[in-house]
């Protein structure tokens, strides 16, 4: 197994690393229309942060510090902010909240359009919970894993990204196997030959590089070492935080709430 001295800097070295996953979010929602609730010029920035519809409801998130949206100044930047947000304990959710209710925002505004049903902002908030409650039991309950990876250049371009979901996943620490798994298959398809992979799992780079291996990813760390012996020049694996890592997170729960059914708000 290469080690993470393998990897040499210079161009062409290819680095695994979050960006944000908003194509939920980003189709159709670019119209040059006035916001149906304020009259305000209607943009994405507008409807998610600055619609004074929008500003209450993330005054009512369930977070233990309260978030200002009128002071947001990129989705990247919040996405990874509210990563680092602590739920207030009634709520009972542990993952971010913050792309359930980016998502209600954008439901309510389709359902005040084209239905002319309003939500309280209260009950777009509690909706939000209850889906963001929804996906982590439905996720728990049929062991199903979004993989998500995105491909830049070492200056941080994004070149590529893919997603797929996983179902018969026994734990996180295999679907983050998977993941780096499936993420060097398309590498290898799209001729990358050098690549410096990064995976939130410290556990799982440390034993990829320590070549330990548990009987419960043996069959999946196999293919990995024969993926990178066979089809690349060099490889090498290290740890990125979990703050960082907020919007691949993103991207791999797009990838799962977009294919179950009974998820919606
Ligand atoms: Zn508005």
Redesign the pocket.
Known sequence: MLTESSWSSGNGILAVVPVLGDNLLRRNINRNTD??????P?TLF??LF?????VNVWGLAPWKTSFDSLRSASFQDELQTSSRQINLPPVGITSNIFPWICWGLWLSRNQLIFESKTLTQQQLVNRAIVACKKWETWNKEHEVAGLAWVYSTSSSIELNRGSSLQSAVASPLVAEALAIREALWHASAQSYKRIWLRSDSQWLINAINLNLRLIELYGILSDVDALVFSDFLSVSFSFVSRNHNGPADFLAKACLCMNPSGLDL
Not at 35 to 40: F, I, K, L, M
Not at 50 to 54: E, N, T
């Open positions: 916001c149906s609730r304020c009259g305000a209607e507008h409807l600055f619609c004074p519809f929008a």
